[in-house]
């Protein structure tokens, strides 16, 4: 359900308009200028010129706006709390093992141009201890010499991205690997 707060600020009136289900609109005739002092010598907020109060402060008005500003935002963050069970989920990803990563390394072919076959081997290993193990570095034996170094990221859904380009022979772009999914494994 959109909620919206408007505030419209028109000479000699403030309006503040929330609306959700139902909307309700507030509208305060403000003067602006010093409070005019009753004749016992005290200061009077409403005076006798129809019970319009008198705005001692133009700050006040500032600050209305202000409180008005924090309510959206505290309504917006509110809003964007993780899901729980997303969170869960994510947590209890099984690990990424570097055998199973290879392993899925191993069906892709070669991305070089001019260049045909599938990988003979793969090495991988990730410095990181975490159930990924992103980012992942890979080194790929392809029928053709050089071998081609990857840096790859295996997302959530088990899927892999990886760039790179050969070994001591670099190239006007990037290699790219891309496959699905790898196993769940005993970690990095």
Do not use: K
Not at 9 to 15: A, D, E, L, M, S
Not at 84 to 101: H, R, T
Not at 115 to 122: E, I, K, S, T, V
Not at 132 to 140: F, H, I, K, N, T
């Amino acid at each position: 359900m959109p909620r919206t707060i408007a505030v419209r600020i028109v000479p000699g009136r403030f309006t503040l308009s929330l609306s959700a289900a139902q909307s309700v609109c507030l509208s305060v005739p403000i003067r602006f200028g010093r409070a005019r002092a009753a004749e016992s010598g005290s200061r009077v907020y409403a005076g006798p010129d129809g019970g319009e109060p008198f705005m001692r402060f133009g700050g006040l008005l500032v600050g209305l706006v202000l409180v008005a500003g924090i309510a959206g935002t505290a309504v917006a963050l509110h809003s964007r709390e993780e899901n729980a069970q997303f969170v869960s989920q994510q947590q209890a990803l099984a690990p990424v093992g570097a055998a199973q990563l290879e392993s899925l390394i191993l069906t892709t072919s070669d991305p070089r141009p001019g260049y045909a076959g599938r990988a003979r081997a793969a090495r991988c290993f990730s410095s990181v201890h975490t159930a990924l193990g992103d980012p992942w570095a890979c080194v790929v034996s392809y029928p053709r010499s050089p071998r081609v170094r990857y840096r790859v990221t295996v997302h959530s859904d088990r899927s892999i991205y990886g760039s790179g380009e050969p070994e001591g022979h670099p190239l006007n772009g990037v290699l790219t690997v891309r496959g699905c999914c790898v196993a769940g494994g005993t970690g990095p």
